[in-house]
Every structure is written in C-alpha cells, then in structure tokens.
C-alpha cells in the first residue's frame, strides 16, 4: 500500500482524506500494526485506483 501510494504522491493524510480514514490509521496499516477490515480494504483500493486484491498480494 505504501508503494502505490508514494507512487501516487499522496501523503498519509491525503490518502486518509481520499478514503475518509484518519491519517494514524493508515500508519498503522502501513506499520503493520493494524488490522484491516475487507470494508476498508476497498475503501484504500478504491482511493489508490486500484482492484482490492492488488493490496492483498504479498509484497516481492
């Protein structure tokens, strides 16, 4: 998630804003310090224009 989102220059913030979660919540994510449920999921995946399952791809 972090990838596409820097691809996409948006801060954590901008991305919170974009799929209406707060900013500490997608460092969490990002930290790996949160769970995600499959409604924020697409919620990130629909921000980052992207299919969910693109975020549920282990990271190479």
């Not at 691809?7 to 209406?20: I, K, P």
């Not at 919540?25 to 769970?35: A, C, D, F, Q």
Request: net charge positive; aromatic share 2%.
């Amino acid at each position: 998630m972090r990838t596409l989102r820097l691809q996409r220059q948006l801060s954590q913030e901008a991305l919170g804003d974009l799929c209406d979660l707060d900013r500490t919540y997608i460092s969490g994510i990002e930290r790996k310090r949160r769970n995600l449920s499959i409604r924020n999921i697409q919620r990130i995946a629909d921000a980052l224009g992207v299919d969910a399952r693109v975020l549920l791809e282990p990271v190479k």
